[in-house]
C-alpha cells in the first residue's frame, strides 16, 4: 500500500483535506464504510418520524472525525477487529445526539449548510429523536459488554452534560472568561474526543504510557478543534462552513476570540458589545459591527496560536509509539483540525 507523503510545508486547506481524506480512504476506508452501514441499522425504526429524521440527519453527512479516531487509535495500539466498527457506530450516534440538543437549545435554524432538525420538525420531535439516538448508542455499548469502554463513555458524557449547563449558566450572567471558556471546551467538546482515542487504545490493548498517551492525544486534538472551529465562526466562508457567519454571536455565545478581542479593546467599544450580547438577539448589523471588532484587535489570531499550540502538544503525545503510517495519520488530522476552513 502506497499512502500519499505527509505536508512538508503548510498547505491550503482543501489540499490538506484532500490529503487527509486518501489517507484515511487507504487506511481504513471499509471500516468507515462499515460504520455508515451500522449507523443506517441504528436509525431504522418502526416509527416513521424517527426513521425519516434519522436518515435526514445521517444522511447529512460531517466529517466523521470521532470514528475516524477511534479506528486510527485502535490501529496504532494494534487492533483492527469487528468492535472498533460497532463502536466507531455508538460514538458518532452520540455525537449526533449531543448536535440535536445542541441546535434545540441554541435555536440554530441550520446544520451542515441544511436546515436543522429542529427547524424542519420542531424542537419535541428534536429532543425526542436526540434521545432515541442516545438509548440506541448505549445499547450498542451494552451489547459490546466492556467495562472500561461503558466507563469511558459514561464519564464523558457526563462531563459534556456538566459543560453545556456551564456554558449556559456564564451566558445567563455575560461574564465568560479564558478560563471558563477552556473548561466548558474542554468538557464539552475535548473529553468526548479524547474517549474515542482511549477507547481505540483500549482495544488495542494499550497500557500506561500508551494508553494515557492516546488519551491525552484525543483531549488536545479536541482543544484545538473547538478553537479552530469557533475562529471561523468569525472569518469562514459561510458557504463551506455550512452555517451562518456570527451564529456563536447570535447565540450569546462568548468564545475566545471574543474574550480576547474584548479584553483589548476601548472601554467604550467593550461596555457597548456587552450590553448588546446581554439584553437581546443583536442584530445582523450589531453581529457584523463584532464580528469586525474581533478580526481588528486579532482575537481569531489569538484562538488559533493557541490552537496550533494545542495540536503540537497532540503530535508531541504520540511519541510512545513507533514511528508508522498509523502515527503519521493522526499527526496530520492534528494539522487538519487547525488547517481547516469549514
Given at each position: 500500500?502506497?499512502?500519499?507523503?505527509?505536508?512538508?510545508?503548510?498547505?491550503?486547506?482543501?489540499?490538506?483535506?484532500?490529503?487527509?481524506?486518501?489517507?484515511?480512504?487507504?487506511?481504513?476506508?471499509?471500516?468507515?464504510?462499515?460504520?455508515?452501514?451500522?449507523?443506517?441499522?441504528?436509525?431504522?425504526?418502526?416509527?416513521?418520524?424517527?426513521?425519516?429524521?434519522?436518515?435526514?440527519?445521517?444522511?447529512?453527512?460531517?466529517?466523521?472525525?470521532?470514528?475516524?479516531?477511534?479506528?486510527?487509535?485502535?490501529?496504532?495500539?494494534?487492533?483492527?477487529?469487528?468492535?472498533?466498527?460497532?463502536?466507531?457506530?455508538?460514538?458518532?450516534?452520540?455525537?449526533?445526539?449531543?448536535?440535536?440538543?445542541?441546535?434545540?437549545?441554541?435555536?440554530?435554524?441550520?446544520?451542515?449548510?441544511?436546515?436543522?432538525?429542529?427547524?424542519?420538525?420542531?424542537?419535541?420531535?428534536?429532543?425526542?429523536?436526540?434521545?432515541?439516538?442516545?438509548?440506541?448508542?448505549?445499547?450498542?455499548?451494552?451489547?459490546?459488554?466492556?467495562?472500561?469502554?461503558?466507563?469511558?463513555?459514561?464519564?464523558?458524557?457526563?462531563?459534556?452534560?456538566?459543560?453545556?449547563?456551564?456554558?449556559?449558566?456564564?451566558k445567563r450572567n455575560g461574564t465568560t472568561t479564558e478560563a471558563d471558556y477552556l473548561r466548558i471546551i474542554t468538557q464539552k467538546t475535548a473529553s468526548f474526543i479524547s474517549a474515542?482515542?482511549?477507547?481505540?487504545?483500549?482495544?488495542?490493548?494499550?497500557?500506561?504510557?500508551?494508553?494515557?498517551?492516546?488519551?491525552r492525544y484525543g483531549l488536545d486534538i479536541g482543544i484545538a478543534f473547538q478553537l479552530a472551529d469557533d475562529s471561523l465562526d468569525f472569518v469562514a466562508d459561510e458557504a463551506r462552513?455550512?452555517?451562518?457567519?456570527?451564529?456563536?454571536?447570535?447565540?450569546?455565545?462568548?468564545?475566545?476570540?471574543?474574550?480576547?478581542?474584548?479584553?483589548?479593546?476601548?472601554?467604550?467599544?467593550?461596555?457597548?458589545?456587552?450590553?448588546?450580547?446581554?439584553?437581546?438577539?443583536?442584530?445582523?448589523?450589531?453581529?457584523?459591527?463584532?464580528?469586525?471588532?474581533?478580526?481588528?484587535?486579532?482575537?481569531?489570531?489569538?484562538?488559533?496560536?493557541?490552537?496550533?499550540?494545542?495540536?503540537?502538544?497532540?503530535?508531541?503525545?504520540?511519541?510512545?509509539?513507533?514511528?508508522?503510517?498509523?502515527?503519521?495519520?493522526?499527526?496530520?488530522?492534528?494539522?487538519?483540525?487547525?488547517?481547516?476552513?469549514?
Open positions: 500500500m502506497t499512502l500519499p507523503a505527509p505536508p512538508q510545508a503548510p498547505r491550503s486547506p482543501t489540499a490538506l483535506e484532500t490529503l487527509l481524506k486518501e489517507r484515511v480512504g487507504l487506511l481504513i476506508g471499509p471500516e468507515l464504510a462499515a460504520i455508515e452501514a451500522e449507523i443506517a441499522g441504528a436509525i431504522d425504526s418502526p416509527v416513521g418520524l424517527i426513521r425519516e429524521m434519522g436518515e435526514f440527519i445521517a444522511g447529512a453527512g460531517g466529517k466523521r472525525l470521532r470514528p475516524i479516531l477511534l479506528l486510527m487509535a485502535a490501529r496504532l495500539a494494534g487492533y483492527t477487529g469487528p468492535r472498533a466498527v460497532r463502536l466507531g457506530c455508538v460514538v458518532e450516534l452520540l455525537h449526533t445526539a449531543t448536535l440535536i440538543h445542541d441546535d434545540v437549545v441554541d435555536q440554530a435554524p441550520l446544520r451542515r449548510g441544511r436546515p436543522s432538525a429542529n427547524a424542519r420538525w420542531g424542537d419535541d420531535a428534536s429532543v425526542l429523536v436526540g434521545d432515541h439516538l442516545y438509548s440506541k448508542s448505549f445499547a450498542l455499548m451494552v451489547r459490546d459488554g466492556d467495562p472500561a469502554v461503558l466507563d469511558t463513555l459514561a464519564r464523558a458524557t457526563v462531563s459534556m452534560t456538566e459543560a453545556e449547563v456551564l456554558q449556559l449558566e456564564r474515542c482515542c482511549r477507547i481505540g487504545a483500549l482495544l488495542g490493548g494499550a497500557a500506561g504510557a500508551r494508553l494515557e498517551a492516546l488519551t462552513l455550512g452555517k451562518a457567519i456570527g451564529a456563536d454571536l447570535k447565540e450569546g455565545k462568548r468564545t475566545l476570540p471574543l474574550i480576547a478581542a474584548l479584553d483589548r479593546a476601548a472601554p467604550a467599544e467593550r461596555e457597548r458589545i456587552q450590553a448588546t450580547l446581554g439584553s437581546r438577539v443583536p442584530s445582523p448589523a450589531e453581529v457584523e459591527e463584532i464580528r469586525a471588532l474581533v478580526v481588528r484587535y486579532e482575537g481569531v489570531d489569538y484562538a488559533l496560536e493557541r490552537a496550533r499550540a494545542y495540536a503540537q502538544m497532540a503530535k508531541e503525545d504520540l511519541g510512545p509509539f513507533a514511528d508508522s503510517e498509523d502515527r503519521e495519520t493522526l499527526a496530520l488530522i492534528a494539522d487538519f483540525v487547525v488547517g481547516r476552513d469549514r
